[in-house]
């Protein structure tokens, strides 16, 4: 017989942003963002390790591209 476990439900909340520049005939874009800003502890329903390893916790992303 199988076994449904029913894990109770999150949300994560991101915040992104990014501003777009022109300097020395160089485009330049620079980059932040925030991924899971209240930490919420959460399991991939989907995954074989699903009950050893939470999904990633807060992370910040800061990072420039440029093109020339």
Same mark, same amino acid.
């Given at each position: 017989p199988y076994t449904?476990?029913?894990r109770s439900a999150y949300?994560?909340?991101s915040l992104g942003s990014e501003y777009i520049g022109y300097l020395d005939n160089t485009d330049y874009t620079l980059?932040?963002?925030i991924?899971?800003?209240f930490?919420?502890?959460g399991k991939d329903s989907t995954s074989y390790i699903k009950d050893e390893?939470? +999904?990633p916790g807060r992370?910040?992303?800061l990072g420039a591209t +440029?093109?020339?």
């Open positions: 449904t476990l029913f949300n994560t909340v980059y932040a963002k991924n899971n800003i930490d919420v502890k390893m939470y +999904l992370n910040i992303i +440029l093109t020339f």
